[in-house]
């Protein structure tokens, strides 16, 4: 992971940019170099693809020099990792507190129904979009999205687990299942919401899954 | 559409070169320059994005002529439009008869088991990969997308409609939106099986997404 200061400064452009499909509005007064390149590769990647990635695009899109940029990435596969790891941030930085904070179904109900809000909506919708730039493209990008869905997936099943000691879901349901199924619900209701444009597609579907846990409430 | 016949012949390595993200092997001897273009154009987006797909680029792959390209597709932007009802043939010739023909929730479990198959996989993938293509970058592609899920959804709609008239499903569930959850779990569950690379999250997601249809029978 990058320091913290750049990956809060760049997450919320790349975001919007990777969702619209256009090009951020690269601050040029940013004085982080690493930052402009990280943000200009986002672009890059988002727009052409995971081969569009050559150092000479990112240099230029970028605008430092081949040897600062050498400087910065020495190993420039690293730079899809840390593409990953700054949208994931902005998931998981968002996602974590509040399912780490689910200790009853009110409050998954209510975790879910965050899930509706357009900056959610538009983070866990660049997840996605990752999965199908990188996956079977980028060995080391896809080992990094995958833990990443992977501590999504943990936390969520922590939290079902806890409504079981709770006694408010049966103990017979594996809550990894559980969880996977949640979160397979919110990447495919976010793809057919971003074809139809119609954000009611992902609601349907997240409150379907959420009867879905209900259905196991003791 | 195009003619049945380039398109059966087209589909099959054009599918497998979407999920495999490898380029697919053109037949040379392949007369059809019409299936030469569109299967190249189809790897060309697959591979660097809507962005790729330039007359000139596409000529190229194709081994056509500009004249005879020009010809074939005045409007370079039907090519969009005719990958994604290539795409779109694959899953809806082996969806909507299978679909067609369930009338109790044992034929609907069938129908959602098949969905495992590799080949099946493979199809319904490729349709989420190119709304992550298409959606936002290209309208004329997007629509022809969007057209194309509402035919899947409306048929799966009609299915378990005829369910609830047959008295196997509680009436009281809207069929669209009994559709609109599971073609999302089986969106999600591709995307989450294609990230992790094990079809077992395919396998949980739509056992969890029938379950949800389960809990309605009467």
């Given at each position: 992971m990058h320091p913290a200061r750049a990956g809060t400064t760049t997450v919320h452009a790349m975001t919007a940019d990777w969702y619209d499909g256009r090009c951020p509005d690269l601050d040029i007064s940013e004085p982080d170099s690493r930052a402009r390149v990280v943000a200009s590769a986002t672009a890059l990647l988002a727009q052409?693809?995971?081969?569009?990635?050559?150092p000479a695009r990112i240099q230029a899109a970028a605008r430092v020099s081949r040897a600062e940029f050498e400087q910065l990435?020495?190993?420039?596969?690293v730079i899809v990792e840390v593409i990953v790891s700054t949208q994931l941030d902005a998931v998981l930085r968002a996602q974590l507190p509040r399912l780490d904070a689910v200790q009853n179904l009110e409050d998954l109900q209510h975790w879910l129904s965050r899930l509706l809000d357009p900056r959610a909506r538009k983070s866990s919708s660049a997840l996605g979009s990752l999965i199908h730039h990188l996956a079977d493209r980028h060995d080391r990008g896809q080992r990094a999205l995958a833990t990443a869905f992977a501590h999504w997936r943990t936390s969520l099943a922590s939290a079902l687990s806890r409504l079981q000691t709770a006694g408010e879901l049966d103990r017979g349901v594996p809550p990894e299942e559980l969880a996977v199924g949640l979160i397979a619900a919110l990447q495919g209701g976010h793809l057919l919401a971003h074809l139809t444009r119609d954000a009611d597609q992902l609601r349907v579907t997240l409150e379907m899954a959420f009867d879905q846990v209900r259905a196991h409430a003791t």
């Open positions: 052409n693809g995971v081969g569009s990635l050559t990435f020495p190993d420039p596969d």
